[in-house]
């Protein structure tokens, strides 16, 4: 059973960088064609992919969030890490950790909760 | 990318069958058969529903079913329960390597 858990600050201020961390346990983050995803979303909207990192090592972000994120894995740890630059209060978000295999999202994380506020 | 298309709200009585509607574009949705769904309660992660257009994971119940015509996608729960009550969100791999949800679909059972 795979597990994933978030975990950072849950506060953060404008301008300044928004750093999450996704822990991964029964399954391995440099093994298997899954891509290990960020997805948030904020308070009484809807859904947004961020970005992913492949097994293999290789990222691809939202357009719209390319020029501010960074999706990068530590495999000794079996972890994988969202930073997100410049952020204002629009990026106000549960964050959400996930596998994604074959197009669709079995394995999430619970989410934690990100406010951007000074 | 565009977020899909999704309407706000659907509703029935239990019993009573409910479809959503996503749509997309020919670089997501029309273009690839790996549509999904999801439901979400409040306060908790979302839970894959449909994948691969009409794919049930196991423990779905079979009330939830899934098809593709051109670049529109729909779910369907029918024999509504009022465990159904909840958002609804369908997914698709797009162009480039993306992936988009859409826009999200009250679901009410009356």
């Known amino acids: 059973q795979v597990q994933l858990q978030e975990s950072g600050p849950g506060l953060v201020k404008p301008s300044e960088t928004l750093s999450l961390t996704c822990t991964v346990s029964?399954?391995?983050?440099?093994?298997?064609?899954?891509?290990w995803s960020w997805i948030r979303q904020p308070p009484g909207k809807g859904l947004e992919w961020i970005g992913y990192i492949y097994y293999s090592g290789s990222t691809n972000y939202n357009p719209s969030l390319k020029s501010r994120v960074t999706i990068s894995a530590d495999t000794s740890k079996n972890q994988f890490s969202l930073k997100l630059s410049s952020v204002t209060a629009a990026d106000t978000a549960v964050y959400y950790c996930?596998?994604?295999?074959?197009?669709?999202?079995?394995?999430w994380g619970q989410g934690t909760l990100v406010t951007v506020s000074s | 990318q565009s977020a899909l298309t999704q309407p706000p709200s659907a509703s029935g009585s239990p019993g009573q069958s409910v479809t959503i509607s996503c749509t997309g574009t020919?670089?997501?949705?029309?273009?690839?058969?790996?549509v999904s769904w999801y439901q979400q309660h409040p306060g908790k992660a979302p839970k894959l529903m449909i994948y691969e257009v009409s794919k049930r994971p196991s423990g779905v119940p079979d009330r939830f079913s899934g098809s593709k015509s051109g670049n529109t996608a729909s779910l369907t729960v029918s024999g509504l329960q009022a465990e159904d009550e909840a958002d609804y969100y369908c997914?698709?791999?797009?162009?480039?390597?993306?992936?988009?949800f859409g826009t999200g679909t009250k679901v009410t059972v009356l």
């Open positions: 029964g399954g391995s983050v440099s093994s298997g064609s899954y891509y």
């Open positions: 020919s670089s997501d949705v029309g273009g690839y058969n790996y």
């Open positions: 997914s698709s791999y797009a162009a480039s390597n993306n992936f988009v």
């Open positions: 996930a596998r994604v295999e074959g197009g669709y999202v079995y394995y």
